[in-house]
């Protein structure tokens, strides 16, 4: 149940994000207030998955995830440049993500 938390908090994390970019500082309301609706349903969310997972893994996967989902959607949404070298290190942070949830599963 932990892990379904964590993906929810992800996807509002996301989302509350994206809406910063919309509201354009603020000048756009409905984007500006789903920013701050969007990251509360996110901190609920996490905090509901810190009770089944560890912090450090629980946050630095959240983080990373969407760090990485965030990177995609501004090339892909608002036509942000993409070079080699940001791919390779979009890759870095997933595969630090992969790393992580392979430490948590590994013996202590």
């Known amino acids: 149940m932990g892990w379904l938390f964590l993906a929810v908090g992800i996807v509002f994390e996301v989302a509350g994000t ?3 970019k919309l509201s354009d500082g603020f000048a756009n309301p409905v984007p500006s207030v789903l920013v701050f609706v969007f990251y509360a349903f996110s ?3 996490l905090m509901f998955a810190l009770k089944h997972i560890d912090l450090s893994i629980a946050y630095a996967i959240w983080a ?3 760090t990485a ?3 995609a959607i ?3 949404m608002f036509n942000e440049p993409m070079s080699l070298f940001k791919g390779l290190c979009i890759g ?3 595969a630090g993500v992969i790393g992580l949830r392979a430490a948590e599963s590994a013996p202590h």
Do not use: E
């Open 64 to 66: 990373g995830v969407g």
């Open 92 to 94: 870095l942070v997933i």
């Open 43 to 45: 901190f609920v969310a």
């Open 18 to 20: 994206t809406s910063m």
């Open 74 to 76: 501004g090339v892909m």
């Open 69 to 71: 989902v965030v990177a």
